[in-house]
Structure formats: structure tokens, C-alpha cells
């Protein structure tokens, strides 16, 4: 184990000699934490405080044909059993916050369960025990209905319905198709010009975030007919407002701590335990406790998604790759919960670190009958550069050439254009592959060593593609305009003058395909030299002597000073 | 029956903070009589070190001591509105909005300096260690304590500030997904080794040999924390973890740490790690959030390396000895490729 | 329900409290007697954030029955510092940057207290093996080990630091 920092690189990027920052200043929490100080949310003590529990669906897909909570009810201790029909606005989707998809999810299911271990029902009792003891003689008449689990075998015609606000499985874009389209280039036509294509399939895991401290949240009476709230949450705000919305209330009349949190990778951001833990409190007058126990937390909290990609490359044998296609499927499980932005990030993100003249993507946000999914550290990113990465090796394979060498051929660099169309800037990939290389004895060519992030890109490499392919397919009549950007209101220009006609019917000719080398490596065979620099541009690599491309006039770098008008202390 | 170790790589990049922008996060600074400071933000630190990061970015914008600092995170009543620590937004976002609160909050301060001196605001300088003085006259100095009395007792000013920092909403391209996704990246590359036995598909991670570009370390010990664990997470994610071991079937899901597997203190393996630091031109002292990027090469490299020691492809996660025996029973065995 | 009077010492005090029918220790440390220190982390034995030490031992406190403690020394993480002064395994945490969230340090101290306290001079073995019982999800270990180990080196198996 060893730690070095690289202050060579980038280093008139930088002013080293600030007061505070960079200091290895000790953690303003870490006596709290090693004396057992730290007050997480289940640190505080309520007298006469009740706990609550669930009751779930044994089914991943059943109507509800009714609940009988009485016998529940007659149990010594229970002091309220909670459905459905006691919250009083029991539909919603996290990021209807954000104006980003259709409410779809009720707190408590009163009508149909999608999942497995969906609640139903909440108990709130004296003791957890006796809370369990009641959950045990909730009776529901289930009608089992045919489930889904897979995310191809889901938007099939015909596939079982899980989530009634996306009758097709697949969550609405901008209110017009049923996936994310990312179109850049055309890729078909440069798949057809390409020496190599490569094909290659990923699967993802679903994951559990598995923090250390469960899911959970304590409400109270406050003063003034108010709530406070302490929980475990990751969005402050953002569970105050799902609470607020779901339960029909001021959130003048919500009063939430938290911020001390034992870890959270993405799970605690759902807000399920907020809104259900004040309800029982509402309606029982006295403290309330909601939490998930470990079984919970591993099979009802919400996990990272499945993700299954399909990646199509373009490669000439001089290792550039020309062409890349996703075909992505995220697995929601019977929620939008996050999912439906994490595709959206994910689409932003691709083709990975690399400037690729042909891009293109259709992401699905598929509904299956399992537990919804939810962010994770990495969230719409870990899975797809999983794919990436993978496929990247299978490429440098294929044409023969080293795997880092490979990277560094096909990097981003500043100036380039990315496929969401925006100018890449402040980029590292380069060195970062670079110095791992150092540090593992990696052998790499002088070529390698020899390229950097700031030289060699833009140019030709910053221009839009003299003609995209679109399509209409996946069109939705009739989306459903609550989903994101439905509306006009948020249209901006484009911050690139690409014409409409670029975008839209091919040319009657077959397009040009368009390379994008930098530099050759010296080792590699070179192929068309096209002229792609409009600075001194490197020669084409046609043996041992080849340079590598000279810098190109630098871009003013940003500097950071020190604020507060003195360096060092 | 032997045991192959084989290298694999793998390199990315980081979206720092909401994809799209329109996530806005506050912060409140105000001072008490003696000049010490007070953080309040309604952020969260579930362990990635909200509290510290936040604390010397304010000290360093305030130009105080850090000891004259204290972050309170996360009670509605009194911090202002934060959308939430994930998608490495926290030290992005929520740094930029204490620099605006600490930096009105400073000028308040330096008015109030200036007034008791006799002397032009421009023409003062905090020294970091509770000291403000003229510039080239270090002599001529107050003490921050003494600033705020003066403005809080005899002139009736607050020494406070306010900050917010939002990225607009971006829009979306519905035929070309043209976007403007969040306003800067973090970056890696991983090598990592592994050891695999052919005749049980165990494998074992031996070393793992990074870099990080990470903007700038704001601290360096909390960026070693994250990235230490962040890459153990990787590590686990790659050959350890699912709730669903035969997705998509939901069956023998895991109900509780003996079959929710991870690496354990014995299974880890030794991290030499780079840090580069090539600063955000929008980050907090150009800042990027090393939170969660720090597990994602760790996955492909895993896979990358087994293929290099037997040849052998795995292409859905996790790496389990059951699919690295029918790999190489596939193949007819290992077929270790070149050594690197 | 039927309730069982128990006394016990909690870090050197004098303590006594009823301990309800199948009431577990940790139950009992923590609202029975206000010892918040341990932590609920699975209530399944598997992941130690509620280790305490009886009569010396390391036990998972989610798994032991209340009234058992009658009678008995328990020690918990808000017992390592007295007075002012802290243990010299918490300073090595410190030092070391061993916590990221601090929900496992409670436990994972104690059970490197149980460590130093039998064997003041652990091996690098010895500490991986003393702390496979605590799982810690966001620090990757290392920095543990190498806190238990520094804090071996200051003399932390003396009583009280």
C-alpha cells in the first residue's frame, strides 16, 4: 500500500501553496467517531417509542383482492396497522422533485404488488417483536398474476404489465420514445468500412449498497404541531419533500436532522422510511421508528440495477476504432425510482473516454418484476464502463496491439468533440494511463510515454460530423408528457451550428468515413493518413522515427490562488 | 493444475455531480463575537468526509485558522437547501456554495477591520491564522476576534454570507441526446493482478496499481480514504457481490453478510496508489469528487487480468469460480496469454 | 411480559436494569442503559458493529441475551477514553484515518482491544484475523490494520492507555 501524489503533472495548473486546502487536516468527525460520539439518527432516545414493520408481497406480481388486518389489529401492543388508503397522496416517483417521470409508486400497494417484498401494510406496535408477531396475522387475498424478469423477455409484445404508468415496460423520453437515443456520426455506414467489427455482450450485477448502518428513520410529535425527523437519509431536502408530497402536509411542518449518516453509497436516498415512520407517528401521536433490519436492507432496500449492454465496434487494423453502438438495458425492477436519470447520465457518458467520429445508442429503462433499483455508487457509469473496458480488451486483442496503447490511440484530448456534443476539456486520461503503466512495470513504447492530454486533439477532432443518421424508431404517439423534457420550455439552441439537415436524412451518397488519429504509434502499421490537425500536424507515422505531435498552441490553463491574499502560512 | 497470474487494465472517466445540472445545493457562514465561524448546510456525511472538506474550504476562503471553523450539516431548520450527497456532487457543488457564503461573510469581516483601522477594505489581508492586516504592513494588524466584536458591538454588522451554486438544468436532444452533462470529469487507470487456480476458478486479487486525477486533493488523507476503499469496493464488486446470483432468476438471493459476500481484511490485497491533480476550472480550488470513481476501473481491469492469466473471458459480473470453470472447460483448458 | 432484574458492571460502573423476555444485550446497553457506543448493524451475529467485551471477551452483543450479563464486567467503546485522554488505540485511528463513516469503529475497536489485551505484540496475521469478525464497508481495511498495529507499537495493551 503506497500513496504518491504527482505534483509534476499539471503542475502550472495549480498553486501549491494554499492555507487549508491540500493540508492532510484531520476529519472534523473522527473523535466523535472513535469514542462512539458520532450521533447517527438511531442515537436518540424517545420515551414510549413505537416500532413499525411491514408487511410484504410473497409474490412478484399478484392483485390485491383485500386485507384483512383485524386479527392483526386485536394483538396486545399494536397500536395502528397502516394501509394504503391512510396515506393520503399515496403515489409518487422520487424525481417528480425534478419534473423527471410519472408518479408510478405508492408508499403502501393497495391495489397490485410488482415485487417481491413490496409492502402493503405497516404495523406499528409497542416492541419490534410484537410488530413482527402482527405482520405474521395481516391476511391478504392475493391473485397471482404472470411476472417478468428479464429485461428482453419485458419488452416483448405480450409480456406481463409491471408498472401501470409504463404500460410497455419501458419508461417514456421527452415524451416521444420509448429509450434514450444518443446519434452521432453515422454508424452503420462506418461499420461497413471498418476492417473489424467486434461484438461483444455485458452483464452487470445487481448490487446492494450495504452500509454498514440500515436504512431508517425516527419521527416525533415537535412542538407547534410540527414533526422532526431524524434520519439516515443522503438528500436532506429531497426526503422532507418526498415526505412532505406523499403525506399531504406543510413541509413548514417538517423538521428533519440527519447529516451524520454510517455510510450510504446511493441506498439511502429513496425516502421510503421518512414519509411511513412520521405517518406512524401522525396517526399513533407518539414517536415512531422505521427501519430496515439487514434482511430488509439486502432484499426489499433498493439495489443498483442490473445492466445488460451490447456493444458493436468499428475498428481499422491500425487500432482506431471509428464506430461504436450501445444497445443498454437497465433493469428498474417495478419503479422508476432513479433509474430513468441514470440512463440519461449514462448516455451523456458515452462512448467512455474516447473520441469515436460514429456513436450510437439506444438505452432502454425496462420495468421487470423485482425490487426497484436505485443510485449506487457509480450510478448509470459503473455498468457500461465495466462494458467498455471489457470490450476495449477484446479490441486491442483482436488487432494486436498493446491494451494501454490502444487506450491512449483512441483517448479524449482536449478540444475534441464528445458524442453529446460538447468540447472536451481539462482531460487526464492520457497521463492517468501513463503513470499506472509506470507504477506496475508495464512496458509501454516511447510512443506512449510521449502523448499527452493537451496536445494532439481538436482540430478536425473538434468538428461536429458532416452528417449524423437519426431515426424515428421507438416513437411513442401520445407520450406521456410528464416524463422528462416533455415540455418546450426548456429547449435551448444547440451550442454547436449543426444544420438541421446534417441531422436528418442521410445523403444520397454514403458518407465519408471519418478517422480521427492523433499520432501513430510507431509500432503500428499506418493506414489512411488523413489529414485530421489544423495544428502542426504529426507526420504519419511511417516507421521507428516517427514524432509524436507536437503541442499544439496551449490553451490558458486555469489557475487557482489562494482567496484569502496570502500563500503559506 | 496450476496457479496463472496475468495483468489487466482498465482506464475512465467521472461525471462530477448531477448529469444534467439543476441541482443546487446552499450554505449559510455567520460568525459569533469571537471571530469563530460557523458552517450551516443541510449536506450530508455519510463517511466521505462532507463535514472536513467543507470546513478548510470555508477556512481557506474566510482566511482563518481551520480550528476557527465548525461545519453543522443536515438539520432543516437552520441549514439552507442541498439536493442531497450522491453523484459526487458534495464537494462540487456544495464547496463552490460555502466559497460564495465564506466570501461575503470575509468581505463583511475586512469592512468591519477596516472601519476599526481607519484604512481601505481593498487594501487588507487575512494572514490564515487569525490575523488581518495591511498589505506590505503586517504590523499593522487587528485580530479576526477583534473584527467581529467591532462589527457586531459598536457598528451593527453581521459578519455572515450566503452561497448557492447551481449548474442550469440542461436540456436533452430527444433525437440525438445532444446535452450538456455536468461541467467536468475525473479520471483513472488500473492495473490489476490477479492469481487464478484452474482446477477450483478461484481467483485471487495479488496487487493493484493505479492513478487518480482528482482535479485537486483538497485533503489528501480523505482522498486516500476514498480511493483505498473505493477500489477495495471495486475489487468486491468484480468478484464478490450480488443479491441475485443467477439474475435474472431472484432465487438464493442473500439475506444477510455469510452469503452477501466481500473481501475481508485477509483477501486484500496491497494498493499502490497515484494521485494527479489537474484542477476543474468550475471545482472549489478546482476540486473534482474522487467519491465514486474510485471503484469503477477496478471491475473491467479484474476481468481483463483473469483473461490474461487463462485466457479465459468473463462478461457478466461477478467473477465467480463457477464461471471461470466453464470458461476453461470451454477452452480446453488455461491458455495463459503474453506476460506483461 | 416477564421482566428480569440484572446487574452488571458497563465500563467500570456499577449498572442494573430489567431485561425484558429475549432481550438482547445490545438492546439493553443501548436503551436500557444509554450506552450508545455499539451499533445495530445486522442483528445476525455477522457483522460485529455491536461488539462489547464480557469479562474480557469479545461478544456480539446483537446475540447475546440481556440477563447472561448478570453479574459481569461489560466494556464498551465509551469506556476507552478516561478522562480527558483517549486510548492509544483510538489515537492510532485517528492517526491512521481508520474511520470513513465511524458506524464499525465502536465494534472494531473492541475487538482490537481483545486483540492487544491477549497479545500485545500482533502480527499483521493476527490483526486480520482479530477483526474478521467487523466488517467495514467503506475503508478497505488497510488503514484498520495498520491503526491496530501502530497502536501495538504505543503500548495498548496497558489498562487505560
Redesign the interface.
Known amino acids: 500500500m503506497s500513496v504518491e501524489f504527482r505534483k509534476d503533472l499539471f503542475a502550472d495548473e495549480r498553486d501549491d501553496d494554499l492555507n487549508e486546502i491540500g493540508k492532510p487536516t484531520q476529519r472534523q468527525d473522527m473523535l466523535g467517531h472513535v469514542t462512539g460520539r458520532s450521533p447517527f439518527y438511531d442515537d436518540h432516545l424517545f420515551e414510549g417509542l413505537l416500532h413499525m414493520r411491514c408487511v410484504r408481497s410473497p409474490h412478484h406480481h399478484a392483485r390485491i383482492r383485500s386485507i384483512d388486518t383485524s386479527e392483526a389489529e386485536r394483538l396486545p401492543g399494536v397500536k395502528k396497522v397502516i394501509v394504503g388508503s391512510d396515506v393520503p397522496n399515496n403515489l409518487n416517483a422520487l424525481l417528480s422533485l425534478l419534473d423527471f417521470g410519472l408518479d408510478d409508486e405508492p408508499l403502501l400497494s393497495d391495489k397490485k404488488v410488482s415485487y417481491k417484498g413490496e409492502p402493503v401494510a405497516a404495523i406499528v406496535a409497542d416492541s419490534e417483536r410484537i410488530a413482527r408477531d402482527a405482520v405474521a396475522k395481516v391476511r391478504v387475498d392475493w391473485e397471482v398474476l404472470p411476472h417478468v424478469l428479464d429485461v428482453e423477455e419485458a419488452i416483448k409484445p405480450g409480456a406481463p404489465s409491471v408498472n401501470g404508468a409504463y404500460p410497455a415496460n419501458k419508461f417514456i423520453y421527452h415524451g416521444k420514445y420509448d429509450h434514450q437515443k444518443l446519434r452521432y456520426g453515422d454508424v452503420d455506414a462506418a461499420l461497413r468500412q471498418a476492417d473489424h467489427v467486434i461484438e461483444g455482450r455485458y452483464q452487470m450485477s445487481p448490487i446492494e449498497q450495504a452500509p454498514m448502518e440500515t436504512c431508517g428513520a425516527i419521527a416525533a410529535p415537535e412542538t407547534n404541531d410540527r414533526f422532526v425527523c431524524y434520519t439516515a437519509t443522503q438528500g436532506l431536502f429531497f426526503s422532507l419533500g418526498t415526505a412532505a408530497k406523499l403525506l399531504d402536509l406543510s413541509s413548514a411542518r417538517l423538521h428533519f436532522i440527519g447529516g451524520t449518516v454510517g455510510g450510504g453509497f446511493g441506498g439511502k436516498v429513496d425516502s421510503l422510511h421518512e414519509p411511513l415512520a412520521i405517518l406512524g407517528c401522525m396517526l399513533t401521536g407518539k414517536p415512531c421508528k422505521y427501519m430496515f433490519d439487514r434482511e430488509d436492507e439486502m432484499q426489499v432496500g433498493a439495489p443498483r440495477g442490473a445492466e445488460r449492454w451490447y456493444i458493436t465496434d468499428g475498428v481499422m487494423n491500425d487500432g482506431h476504432i471509428v464506430a461504436r453502438k450501445f444497445i443498454g438495458y437497465f433493469d428498474a425492477g417495478a419503479y422508476t425510482r432513479l433509474s430513468s436519470y441514470a440512463i440519461i447520465k449514462g448516455a451523456g457518458h458515452l462512448p467512455g473516454p474516447y473520441t469515436i467520429p460514429n456513436v450510437y445508442a439506444d438505452i432502454y429503462c425496462v420495468y421487470t418484476n423485482r425490487t426497484p433499483a436505485t443510485a449506487m455508487r457509480g450510478f448509470g457509469i459503473t455498468g457500461v464502463d465495466f462494458a467498455i473496458e471489457n470490450h476495449m480488451d477484446k479490441v486491442a486483442n483482436t488487432v494486436g496491439i498493446d491494451p494501454i496503447e490502444l487506450r491512449i490511440l483512441n483517448a479524449y484530448r482536449d478540444g475534441d468533440m464528445k458524442a453529446h456534443r460538447r468540447e472536451a476539456k481539462n482531460t487526464a486520461l492520457i497521463e492517468c494511463c501513463q503513470v499506472a503503466a509506470e507504477k506496475s512495470g508495464w512496458q509501454t513504447s516511447d510512443w506512449v510515454k510521449q502523448q499527452s492530454s493537451l496536445s494532439g486533439g481538436g482540430g478536425e477532432r473538434g468538428q461536429l460530423p458532416t452528417h449524423t443518421a437519426t431515426d424515428q424508431h421507438g416513437f411513442v404517439q401520445d407520450g406521456q408528457s410528464g416524463s422528462y423534457g416533455g415540455g418546450s420550455k426548456r429547449q435551448e439552441k444547440s451550442a454547436y451550428a449543426e444544420t438541421a439537415a446534417a441531422r436528418a436524412a442521410p445523403p444520397a451518397a454514403a458518407p465519408p468515413l471519418r478517422s480521427m488519429p492523433v499520432a501513430q504509434p510507431p509500432t503500428q502499421p499506418a493506414r489512411t493518413p488523413e489529414p485530421v490537425q489544423s495544428a502542426p500536424a504529426p507526420a504519419p507515422a511511417t516507421g521507428p522515427t516517427a514524432e509524436p505531435p507536437q503541442p499544439q498552441t496551449r490553451r490558458s490553463p486555469a489557475r487557482f490562488s489562494s482567496i484569502s491574499g496570502l500563500r503559506r502560512r | 493444475m496450476s496457479k496463472h497470474r496475468g495483468k489487466g487494465f482498465a482506464c475512465i472517466n467521472y461525471p462530477i455531480g448531477m448529469n444534467l445540472g439543476g441541482d443546487p445545493s446552499q450554505a449559510l457562514v455567520h460568525s459569533n463575537p469571537d471571530g469563530k465561524f460557523m458552517v450551516a448546510l443541510s449536506s450530508i456525511d455519510l463517511g466521505q468526509g462532507m463535514k472536513s472538506v467543507t470546513r478548510q474550504i470555508a477556512a481557506e476562503t474566510l482566511g482563518v485558522p481551520v480550528e476557527d471553523v465548525y461545519v453543522d450539516t443536515a438539520d432543516s431548520d437552520t441549514g439552507p437547501h442541498c439536493m442531497g450527497s450522491f453523484a459526487s456532487r458534495g464537494t462540487h457543488r456544495v464547496g463552490n456554495a460555502v466559497i460564495q457564503a465564506s466570501q461575503e461573510a470575509r468581505a463583511v469581516m475586512l469592512e468591519a477591520a477596516a472601519e476599526e483601522m481607519e484604512v481601505n477594505a481593498a487594501d487588507l489581508m487575512t494572514d490564515g491564522k487569525g490575523n488581518i492586516h495591511v498589505k506590505g504592513a503586517p504590523s499593522r494588524s487587528i485580530t479576526t476576534m477583534e473584527a467581529a466584536q467591532a462589527a457586531q458591538f459598536k457598528q451593527g454588522k453581521t459578519v455572515s454570507g450566503r452561497g448557492i451554486f447551481l449548474i442550469p438544468l440542461s436540456d436533452v436532444d430527444p433525437d440525438t441526446g445532444e446535452m450538456t452533462p455536468v461541467s467536468c470529469f475525473a479520471h483513472a487507470a488500473m492495473i490489476v493482478e490477479v492469481e487464478v487456480d484452474d482446477e477450483t476458478g478461484e481467483i485471487e486479487v495479488i496487487e493493484m496499481n493505479s492513478s487518480y486525477e482528482v482535479g485537486r486533493a483538497l485533503n489528501p488523507r480523505l482522498v486516500e480514504q476514498q480511493l483505498t476503499g473505493g477500489a477495495w469496493m471495486g475489487m468486491s464488486h468484480a468478484a464478490w457481490e450480488t443479491t441475485e446470483p443467477y439474475y435474472p432468476e431472484r432465487d438464493h438471493g442473500p439475506v444477510d453478510f455469510n452469503h452477501y459476500l466481500m473481501p475481508g481484511p485477509g483477501d486484500i490485497a496491497p494498493h499502490n496508489i497515484a494521485i494527479l491533480e489537474r484542477p476543474a476550472p468550475d471545482g472549489p480550488y478546482g476540486g473534482k469528487g474522487p467519491g465514486e470513481m474510485c471503484a469503477n476501473p477496478v471491475l473491467p481491469a479484474v476481468v481483463n487480468a483473469v483473461f490474461n492469466a487463462v485466457g479465459v473471458r468473463i462478461d457478466d459480473l461477478p467473477v465467480t469460480p463457477e464461471k471461470v470453470l466453464r470458461g476453461l472447460q470451454a477452452n480446453g483448458g488455461a491458455q495463459p496469454q503474453a506476460r506483461r | 411480559m416477564a421482566q428480569k432484574p440484572v446487574q452488571f458492571t458497563l465500563n467500570g460502573e456499577d449498572k442494573a436494569a430489567f431485561a425484558s423476555d429475549?432481550q438482547n444485550l445490545l438492546d439493553m446497553l443501548?436503551?436500557g442503559v444509554?450506552d450508545?457506543?455499539?451499533?445495530?448493524?445486522?442483528?445476525?451475529g455477522?457483522?460485529g458493529?455491536c461488539t462489547v467485551l464480557i469479562d474480557g471477551e469479545p461478544c456480539l452483543s446483537c446475540l447475546t441475551l440481556a440477563e447472561t450479563v448478570d453479574g459481569k464486567d461489560v466494556a464498551?467503546?465509551?469506556g476507552?477514553?478516561s478522562g480527558s485522554g483517549?486510548h492509544p488505540l483510538?489515537d492510532a485511528?485517528?492517526r491512521n484515518?481508520a474511520?470513513?463513516?465511524?458506524?464499525?469503529?465502536?465494534g472494531m475497536?473492541m475487538a482490537a482491544k481483545a486483540l492487544l489485551d491477549r497479545n500485545p505484540q500482533p502480527s499483521r496475521d493476527d490483526?486480520?484475523?482479530a477483526?474478521?469478525g467487523n466488517?467495514?464497508?467503506?475503508?478497505?481495511?488497510?488503514?484498520?490494520?495498520?491503526a491496530v498495529l501502530e497502536a501495538s507499537r504505543s503500548g495498548a495493551s496497558q489498562p487505560n492507555g
Open positions: 429475549g443501548r436503551r444509554g450508545l457506543s455499539p451499533k445495530y448493524g445486522c442483528g445476525q455477522a457483522c458493529a464498551t467503546t465509551s476507552l477514553s483517549i483510538q485511528f485517528m484515518f474511520a470513513q463513516c465511524g458506524y464499525c469503529t465502536p475497536l490483526v486480520v484475523e477483526i474478521s466488517l467495514c464497508r467503506c475503508t478497505g481495511y488497510e488503514p484498520i490494520i495498520n
